[in-house]
């Protein structure tokens, strides 16, 4: 242990206010220490591990941590904040900061004084030393375990803690415990596995039961003896990764949650286990399942209700969110602003690297709408690599960008980056269940799934993809000619629908075409037609906006902040400013989104509103006939995709809710307390 950290390892005084900035200032020690060889790149490895989950527990403590090429040792750097700083725990900011950085092939015994570390945090005394320690050199120690630490004093004088009986008094009694059987698993295997195994274990000596854990760390794990999962009377899966070998456990009573769960609510887990055994509830259990409740969430949906593709759906697509997020927002803005500098047109102004004027604010528009454009163009195959990313780690980056880029080629647009994202994840996760002969290890993730993966994806992109998406635009455009003229209303109902279901992609893109297509030879039908479109596009990212700080509670930190950006970008006619939240919620979130596009350009239609701008929002007013209606009949769709999407997250929340109540009810206590 003595070589993981050292007094220089040891920040008291951590002034770092945000938690990348405080993995920073935690890096930088491991670099002057020589245990990281890239700064730069270690810390991208953290922040993609931060992405797959917030790594701040209960109790104010937060272990960022990874497994990264750019580690030549294993090694822990630890970090006091007064201030706190937030690691998305529940309860808190975190004033315990323990940077754990393990190199890719870290041995298993290295991970296990890590693990080690991990379940002494568990211990209320260990962490109040580490918030009393005044001396770095002291503190380390007591990191190493070379220091005791001292165990709270009794209550009173003269009294002693109480405990429970020994496993000796218990037998002799007659009394057999209840039985339970549990897996714990993280991404990286360091820390919050061995910490959920620690939570459980405790929480079934304080409960009276019997809990018996595999940890299935990243360095391999011992099976559970099957005799012991025979007798057990239910099973827990803590894990944010697939339970191996999970057939194991079919036919038992099964709590699947996420591993935070397992470490911040180990005795509500173990009551719902209790429940569901006493209820006779059978898991349904197969070698493909291994869905989860994400993160820290709710307890008590049996292993049928979690085992499915769309739970593990949601994962993939938040891990390409989280990645495309500040593309949207840095490239939104800065398109939006060059609108109000230089208006709608400057989106088909010259470009500056050949002709920029100093002086000329219609050359700084151009120049914020060309930089920001470059931006988005980054859009969909940062989706769809961070998608595939997620699915099977830094081999399936390659395939997902290719596919990504190729899904813009082919105008294939939002859901052609997420199709691409998924195939390439895929792929790459069939490539790598090959055996393949030891000397190709070395080389498979860098060299040959990405090459095989790329290959495949780029074939499925460009011919079985690509050709049905043309075929889908020829088709609508034919259907919407049909239209015009024969029915307003329903036509701008249609519209309305088209722009927001895809959010920049193919639909929206054939109903802009056609809107746009009208202006070469402007009649007021026309008129109507584009007026309809971008009233209608403007709505999903002012909905979200509106939703986000109404019922902020529903969305998470990212979504809120995302939010407040996509206000400029809906008024800005800049409907991709919607896609990250579409993206995280689809099933939610666009057909909220299309219900408010139809009303919109519906009433759009029915009032007659023209305009003669391809592009600009709220900038182009001036150009827009019956100013006043067009704007109510944007607020009106956005007001009626903004309750559904409230009602329809709302009552997503609610069910859990009911479900954590029920689970958190009193046991029967009345079981004597054996060893775990």
Not at 441 to 454: D, K, Q
Request: negative net charge.
């Amino acid at each position: 242990m003595s070589e993981l950290i050292t007094a220089e390892l040891v920040d008291l005084d951590l002034s770092a206010a945000t938690k990348d900035a405080a993995a920073r200032s935690l890096a930088e020690r491991m670099v002057a220490a020589h245990r990281v060889t890239d700064l730069d790149g270690f810390l991208a490895d953290v922040a993609a591990r931060e992405a797959q989950m917030p790594t701040g527990l209960d109790g104010g403590i937060g272990i960022p941590h990874c497994r990264s090429e750019h580690v030549n040792a294993p090694t822990l750097a630890f970090g006091r904040s007064a201030a706190g700083i937030d690691f998305g725990a529940a309860d808190g900011p975190a004033d315990l900061i323990f940077l754990i950085a393990a190199p890719a092939g870290a041995d298993d015994d290295h991970l296990t004084i890590l693990s080690g570390l991990a379940r002494r945090l568990m211990a209320p005394e260990f962490t109040a030393a580490l918030r009393a320690g005044t001396d770095p050199a002291a503190v380390a120690a007591l990191i190493r375990g070379e220091e005791p630490v001292e165990e709270p004093a009794p209550e009173a004088e003269g009294t002693e803690p109480e405990a429970g009986p020994e496993p000796e008094a218990v037998e002799a009694a007659g009394s057999v415990p209840f039985r339970i059987v549990a897996v714990t698993s993280c991404p990286t295997g360091i820390a919050h596995t061995y910490m959920a195994a620690e939570s459980l274990a405790a929480a079934g000596r304080a409960e009276g039961v019997e809990v018996t854990v595999e940890t299935q760390g990243s360095g391999g794990f011992k099976k559970l003896d099957p005799a012991v999962i025979a007798a057990a009377d239910a099973v827990i899966w803590a894990h944010d990764v697939e339970v191996r070998e999970n057939a194991r456990f079919r036919g038992k009573p099964l709590v699947d949650v996420g591993v935070k769960a397992g470490i911040n609510r180990p005795a509500e887990l173990i009551a719902e286990a209790r429940r569901k055994a006493e209820r006779g509830e059978i898991a349904a259990v197969s070698e493909a399942d291994g869905g989860k409740d994400s993160g820290d969430g709710e307890a008590g949906r049996s292993g049928a209700d979690h085992a499915h593709f769309g739970v593990r759906l949601r994962t993939y697509l938040m891990s390409g969110v989280s990645y495309m997020v500040p593309f949207v927002a840095a490239g939104g803005l800065l398109i939006a602003l060059s609108f109000a500098i230089g208006g709608y047109e400057i989106a088909s102004a010259k470009s500056v690297a050949d002709h920029f004027v100093w002086g000329e604010a219609d050359s700084w528009a151009a120049l914020l709408n060309q930089i920001g454009s470059a931006a988005f163009a980054f859009l969909v195959p940062v989706l769809a690599g961070y998608i595939a990313y997620g699915m099977a780690d830094r081999p399936a980056l390659v395939p997902g960008f290719v596919g990504g880029s190729i899904a813009l080629t082919v105008n294939a647009g939002f859901l052609g980056g997420l199709v691409a994202g998924l195939l390439a994840g895929a792929v790459v996760m069939a490539i790598q269940r090959v055996p393949v002969h030891a000397t190709l290890r070395g080389i498979m993730p860098v060299l040959v799934i990405p090459l095989i993966a790329s290959a495949v994806v780029g074939i499925l992109m460009f011919i079985v993809v690509g050709k049905p998406i043309a075929s889908l635009q020829n088709a609508l455009t034919d259907w919407l000619n049909g239209l015009s003229g024969s029915n307003a209303v329903i036509l701008g109902v249609v519209l309305g629908l088209m722009m927001c279901f895809d959010m920049g992609g193919p639909l929206n893109k054939v109903a802009y075409a056609f809107a746009v297509g009208g202006l070469a030879d402007p009649t007021d039908g026309s008129l109507k037609v584009m007026a309809a479109v971008m009233a209608a596009g403007m709505v999903p990212p002012l909905a979200m906006a509106l939703a986000t700080t109404v019922r902020k509670k529903l969305f998470t930190k990212t979504e809120r902040e995302n939010g407040r950006a996509a206000w400029v970008l809906g008024a800005s006619f800049i409907t991709e400013g919607a896609i990250p939240f579409a993206a995280a919620d689809p099933l939610r979130v666009i057909p909220s989104v299309m219900a408010g596009g139809a009303v919109t350009g519906a009433l759009s239609m029915a009032f007659g509103a023209t305009l003669r701008a391809p592009h600009g929002g709220v900038f182009v007013v001036p150009l827009i006939g019956e100013p006043f209606l067009y704007l109510l009949a944007i607020a009106a769709g956005t007001l009626v995709a903004t309750a559904l999407v409230v009602l329809l997250k709302g009552a997503r929340r609610a069910a859990p809710d009911a479900a954590g109540e029920a689970g958190a009810t009193g046991s029967d206590d009345s079981r004597v307390t054996v060893a775990a």
